[in-house]
């Protein structure tokens, strides 16, 4: 039987859908999955999405980090890093370093409101950008389930460059005859992607968030595509190593599914 792909364009509409039997694809490539997939490639242990700023402040100051040596804490709003933290969701600010041992607790505008609202996915979550989409597709491949691509978009608000990551991913996707779709938002995204795909940052010239933001570095960056054979993972972890106390974030897995712990 054939797996069904279908793309959710905003999380402000993720309740019409079903996630009980789906296996979910989180994007929010300007910036936070983009960031994410950067900090885990150089070494990172675990990403962990927190909802607001004061969750994020209580992994600052260590409230629920007992069983952590290191914890690097990052938190944006509207783009710019929330004062008080020293990182926010710039994939560039977590380039050229060594972050073996280290956990990430994040929360940003979008991303990680989308990653709150997939967690009921009944086949697990994983985190797609430009930087790692080829092994994202080859991951799901691996796999026998339906998939559902979560576009995080903006304030609830379609964007342009998740549906172009939601258009490359399906259409690589249905080239497996194991797929198939009867979405109009897979249709509408696939021909964007075709209509964008030999300049991809000239096509967003004229986007929301390029108008709003001068980020073109962050932009051009987080355009580049298969520079990371990187798949994040949804898994559980302990809180607390004398108890048995459960969490849940990211990983690093390969496209073969093994987990790096």
Known sequence: MKNKIDICLTPSIIDLFDLSNKQVVVIDVFRATSAMCVFLHNGGE????????EDAMQYKNNINCVYEKKYLVAAERDGAIVPGFDFGNSPLSYQNKDFRNVSLAITTTNGTLAINKAKM?????????????????????SCSNDVLIVCSGW????????ILLAGFLS??????????????SVILSRNMFDLA???????????????RMDLDEDVKYCLRT??????PVWAPFKLDKESSQVGTGFFYSNKNGKIKL
Request: net charge negative.
């Open 46 to 53: 675990r990403v962990i999405p927190v909802a607001n700023i």
């Open 226 to 231: 298969d520079i990371m054979d990187l798949v």
């Open 121 to 141: 996915a009944g086949h697990g979550m994983l985190l797609a950008s430009f930087l790692n989409a080829s092994s994202i597709v080859d991951y799901i491949s």
């Open 155 to 162: 304030k609830g608000r379609l964007c342009m460059e998740d």
């Open 197 to 211: 795909k030999s300049n991809l940052f000239q096509f967003l010239a004229d986007s929301a968030y390029r108008t």
């Open 171 to 184: 259409d690589k996707l249905l080239l497996n005859k194991q797929f198939y779709s009867d979405s109009d």
